[in-house]
């Protein structure tokens, strides 16, 4: 039997703390508070601002994947393998996983999985029945779900074996990276209770409708019409068949979100405060004065907060920065039918990249709860993929050199300082294809609302880029709209975005392998903008197969230069504030919440 081995040391100390402030706007609290804070059977937690929780199903639609989603429904149906660093290190979590162990044969092309002797809150037990439900629903409706990747699970499946009730084997198309295969695409997998879930309607008859394609297509959607309906959540006879440590108590359209202890749970990894409840807030500052009220146990306040520090922890809370796994950026939407190919353009990525001063943003807009992000391996913590290049910022802030890059392929100012096109064409030291003469510098972000940090980051980078003739409109809405209008393009609706930004807590969070086959592989519902270059294609599946870690180097190397998207400052996933007598353990890089293992100490 082979021993779990990967494991990653998470530090990442704040840097120096700037000692600027800057002014908040109030806007409302989505929440409300909790009454019964500080009772030793309920623990309050305050969720990251426009981050009301809309989705209980384990397979998710794209425009439900944010992490505090998936964190919640994690506790009620334990992934098939969790990795997380609440020990301190990324690595295979064994208690609040489904599976027990695994095992690969010697042409490593077969792994065979042992589950875990964990029952569903009906008493039925979860079999390898469940894992195969899973597998066939998404196998039949890979296009719908938002963590799929053509080619990779399940596609990568050739063939599922039950060998019994609790153990079962899968053999994969070729062999894979170890480390890829169990952290990326195995801990995809839920484990969900087939005998209650296969059937089309609420009184339909369950039975082996998964096997076939017509049957798990008219399965999923009926799942996944139950779960659009949120005000159910907690009375839906499917969602109370649950097999981790929690169940839904209570769950509001406005998504605040009450858990209470499965008392029908059978793992080991038991609740040790029985009732955790979710709030949601559309404000920082609204969610500042619950603090501040005494109404919150675990929340956070803005990184600007962190000069304040006293006066949070005068009301018994300590500071606690999570930071978090994880890269932050803009999507360049290269399919706008519009803009899609002014962002094609190397130089106009390029040059907007050397407009955007991660340093002082990251120091003076965050106070130092941000790192400067230069590609795609998370630069949080040390990792043998990080390449020297990205490391050192290949296109440090220069607003000469922005400028510089534009006027170099047939644009101009104009008497106010406006960049426009003069020399279309796609020779050399012209605009480019698809850029009329005429066209102006312009640019449109659509950013989640809500932090003033964020704001003010934008106000930054609209300040620089208007420096070099580049006019920027600010468009600022709630996170799941912007995470919804990111999918626009790959569902049919309009496709007018141009730039997107859902990252005041970090884009995307990895698995502990920092792969992007699910964010900038060419057939992945996560790239938003449909960036697509054969070189790039090539490094980002050979991650998933070489075990040669000069891969992981390449890979680092030529997403950093080629920008696929805009890096930015990657912030911490929040400055923690936690109730004194409160032990969170360790929070989680990977941005699992796991309140299972938070308890009271007095």
Same mark, same amino acid.
């Given at each position: ?20 402030t800057l002014a908040l706007t109030a806007c409302g609290a989505g929440g409300s508070g909790n009454e019964s804070a500080g009772d030793k059977d309920t623990v309050s ?107 990779? +699970? %399940?596609?990568? $499946?050739?063939?599922? #074996?039950?060998? /019994?009730?609790?153990?079962?084997? &899968?053999?994969? *198309? ?17 484990? +969900? %209770?087939?005998? $209650?879930?296969?059937? #089309?309607?609420? /009184?339909?008859?369950?039975?082996? &409708?998964?096997? *076939? ?380 919440f796991l309140p299972q293992r938070w308890s009271w100490t007095d």
């Amino acid at each position: 039997m082979r021993t779990q081995t990967l494991r990653r040391r998470m530090l990442a100390p704040l840097g120096a703390l700037a000692v600027a402030t800057l002014a908040l706007t109030a806007c409302g609290a989505g929440g409300s508070g909790n009454e019964s804070a500080g009772d030793k059977d309920t623990v309050s937690f305050a969720l990251q601002v426009g981050t009301g929780p809309n989705w209980i199903l384990p397979i998710s639609s794209p425009d439900k994947m944010a992490t505090h989603n998936s964190a919640i429904k994690a506790t009620m149906w334990p992934r098939l393998f969790e990795y997380n660093g609440v020990d301190g290190e990324m690595g295979w979590d064994e208690k609040a996983s489904a599976a027990k162990s695994y095992e690969f044969s010697d042409d490593q092309k077969t792994i065979t999985i042992t589950l875990n002797d964990l029952d569903w809150s009906d008493g039925e037990p979860v079999t390898s029945r469940d894992v195969e439900f899973w597998f066939n629903l998404v196998r039949f409706n890979g296009e719908k779900t938002g963590g799929y990747s053509a080619g990779l +699970m %399940p596609d990568n $499946v050739t063939e599922f #074996t039950t060998i /019994d009730d609790k153990t079962f084997s &899968l053999t994969m *198309d070729k062999v894979y990276n170890e480390e890829f295969l169990l952290g990326n695409q195995l801990s995809l997998i839920y484990p +969900m %209770p087939q005998h $209650v879930w296969d059937k #089309t309607s609420a /009184d339909g008859e369950v039975g082996d &409708l998964d096997r *076939d394609a017509e049957g798990a297509t008219q399965v999923l959607d009926y799942l996944f019409s139950e779960a659009e309906d949120m005000k159910t959540y907690a009375t839906n006879d499917l969602w109370k068949t649950v097999a981790g440590p929690y169940t839904v108590k209570s769950w509001s359209d406005s998504g605040q979100v009450e858990l209470t202890a499965n008392k029908k749970y059978t793992g080991e990894d038991k609740p040790s405060i029985a009732n955790v409840t979710f709030m949601p807030f559309t404000s920082a500052d609204a969610e500042m004065n619950v603090v501040r009220s005494g109404d919150v146990d675990y929340g956070y306040v803005t990184s600007s907060q962190l000069t304040n520090e006293k006066q949070f922890t005068d009301l018994g809370y300590s500071i606690e920065p999570w930071a978090g796994w994880s890269i932050t950026y803009m999507p360049y939407n290269f399919a706008n039918p519009e803009k899609g190919a002014f962002y094609k353009q190397l130089y106009v990525r390029q040059a907007l990249q050397h407009a955007i001063d991660q340093e002082t943003i990251s120091e003076v807009v965050w106070h130092g709860a941000a790192t400067p992000d230069y590609g795609p391996i998370p630069q949080t913590a040390d990792s043998n993929g990080l390449s020297d290049v990205q490391k050192n910022n290949p296109y440090p802030f220069d607003l000469k050199a922005a400028e510089k890059l534009f006027t170099d392929n047939g644009w101009e100012k104009d008497a106010d300082g406006n960049l426009s096109c003069v020399d279309a064409g796609t020779d050399a030291g012209q605009c480019g294809e698809g850029i009329a003469a005429g066209e102006k510098a312009e640019i449109v972000v659509t950013t989640q609302n809500g932090s003033q940090e964020t704001d003010n980051m934008m106000a930054e980078i609209q300040s620089s880029l208007g420096k070099i003739g580049v006019a920027m409109t600010i468009d600022s809405k709630p996170l799941d709209t912007v995470l919804t209008q990111a999918q626009e393009c790959k569902t049919g609706s309009a496709c007018t975005w141009e730039l997107v930004f859902f990252g005041t807590a970090g884009s995307w969070y990895f698995p502990p392998y920092a792969t992007g086959e699910r964010v900038f592989a060419k057939d992945t519902k996560w790239n938003a903008g449909q960036y697509d270059n054969p070189e790039a294609e090539e490094l980002v599946q050979a991650m998933a197969f070489s075990t040669d870690p000069e891969i992981a180097k390449k890979y680092s190397e030529f997403l950093a230069t080629d920008l696929p998207v805009m890096w930015m400052p990657n912030p911490v996933y929040q400055v923690s504030v936690v109730r004194d007598g409160l032990d969170i353990a360790h929070q989680d890089p990977g941005a699992s919440f796991l309140p299972q293992r938070w308890s009271w100490t007095d």
